[in-house]
């Protein structure tokens, strides 16, 4: 699914990023997967339907874009998105703090 530019793929159910494992107003981010370079809501959507073998974005490359604000469309690196305190620095829009609990799935920690 197209989403402000991007093609984000899994079980996405609406314009903001939101999918069939995580979907509260505040889910509104997809990550761009490292092994893949494709963006998708969540590990899950990954797992169903990425490239079968997810490896996380590694410390030295996290001045790349990875995160998709599905509020605005703005694209965070890995540094700013682990920096923002579940906020767009673009558009102010709130994040889901609880996804912090994940990070493990898609960042070197």
């Not at 893949?36 to 797992?47: A, F, G, K, L």
């Not at 996290?62 to 509020?71: I, N, Q, T």
């Not at 694209?75 to 829009?93: A, R």
């Amino acid at each position: 699914m197209m989403i402000k530019g991007q093609n984000v793929r899994g079980s996405v159910l609406d314009d903001e990023t939101r999918c069939a494992h995580y979907h509260k107003e505040i889910d509104r981010i997809a990550i761009k997967f490292y092994c893949c370079q494709t963006y998708y809501p969540c590990h899950s959507c990954h797992e169903e339907d990425g490239c079968g073998s997810a490896k996380v974005w590694p410390k030295e490359r996290f001045d790349e874009k990875a995160v998709l604000c599905g509020g605005c469309g703005h694209e965070l690196t890995v540094q700013e998105y682990l920096d923002c305190q579940s906020k767009c620095p673009n558009c102010s829009t709130s994040f889901n703090p609880g996804c912090s609990l994940h990070k493990h799935f898609y960042f070197e920690t």
